[in-house]
């Protein structure tokens, strides 16, 4: 998300934080599915959604690579590799902030992975896309 709002620039650093959330909060949702899909519809699922979990990756990389990254002004001045850090004062407001998004953060795992199963019962269904469709 760093990345993004950094390329973006400080004229659209408001706009490209909400995409690059939104963007993380659709993936999240979207793989389930995508991977209920695959596993219904391709030969070999189990296979078959472990190579897609390995090439994706390997786009994500090739993505990353591709990234332009800023120089500093004047060569051999500053550091190439930028340390994030907390501006002097706002300390309180991020510790609580992490406090408030931790848990939900946490929890979202434990309820795309046992949700889909769980559910399945009461929707009267064994289907993996359906499964996939209420972690979407």
Do not use: Y
């Not at 994706?56 to 500093?72: F, G, N």
């Not at 309820?111 to 269904?125: E, I, K, M, N």
């Amino acid at each position: 998300m760093a990345a993004v709002t950094d390329v973006a620039g400080p004229e659209c650093e408001r706009i490209a934080a909400l995409l690059a959330s939104c963007a993380m909060v659709f993936g999240a949702g979207l793989g389930p599915l995508l991977a209920g899909v695959l596993s219904e519809t391709l030969p070999a699922p189990t296979v078959t959604v472990f190579v897609v979990e390995a090439v994706l990756p390997a786009t994500a990389v090739l993505a990353v690579l591709r990234i332009p990254v800023r120089r500093p002004e004047e060569p051999g001045k500053g550091a190439r590799l930028r340390v994030p850090g907390v501006p002097r004062g706002i300390g309180r407001q991020l510790a609580l902030g992490v406090a408030v998004f931790a848990p939900g953060v946490t929890a979202t795992p434990f309820v795309l992975s046992l949700g889909p199963s769980l559910l399945s019962g009461p929707l009267g269904t064994i289907s993996r896309i359906v499964a996939g469709a209420v972690a979407l």
